[in-house]
């Protein structure tokens, strides 16, 4: 599969993100899943550059662990222990064992199964990413858009997904009323 293949309008943000951002809802209000239609797994794992098995596996992993992350960023949990538990399931099928290499320190990931260590990854991002700020995790402004971003600009005041998608209509919305 090809990065190029990716239907998705936002693509590029932090594995876990991107992890989320496989379900997306166009303008017209039409639900996708780019792990549910056949190829999507494959058109993911090529657009992270993730080199795992393209298996059953795999996809169940992702998709639990999907559905943990969309728990965990919600803005009210429904129920945090069982989110956390969520998490932390996946991350008990794997770890980073240090080692020497011929260039210096190694992290290598060892999961129990090759179909683990996508998911793995995204379960590990998202902890790195609450280490670095968790308040810069965040879902686009649209009410109407699910796409979920973790701002890096400066001011870290990002409200959209895209400004060419979601932020201009916006402004045209307000232009519009305006009148």
Excluded at 60 to 78: G, I, K, N, Y
């Amino acid at each position: 599969m090809s990065t190029d293949d990716d239907p998705r309008p936002l693509t590029g943000e932090p594995l876990p993100l991107d992890l989320l951002n496989t379900r997306w809802t166009d303008d017209d209000g039409t639900e996708h899943d780019l792990l549910g239609r056949p190829g999507g797994l494959g058109i993911w794992l090529a657009t992270n550059g993730l080199r795992v098995p393209e298996t059953q596996e795999t996809l169940d992993a992702l998709l639990e662990t999907r559905e943990a992350l969309f728990e965990l960023v919600q803005p009210e949990v429904r129920d945090p222990v069982r989110s956390r538990a969520l998490l932390n399931e996946t991350l008990r099928h794997g770890h980073f064992r240090r080692r020497l290499g011929a260039n210096g320190p190694e992290n290598v990931l060892e999961t129990d199964t090759p179909g683990w260590q996508a998911a793995w990854r995204a379960a590990e991002g998202y902890l790195l990413l609450l280490e670095r700020d968790p308040g810069r995790i965040r879902k686009c402004a649209n009410p109407e858009c699910r796409l979920r971003f973790y701002d890096v600009s400066k001011a870290g005041a990002r409200r959209w997904c895209s400004m060419a998608a979601c932020g201009n209509r916006a402004k045209y919305a307000r232009h519009r009323d305006s009148r």
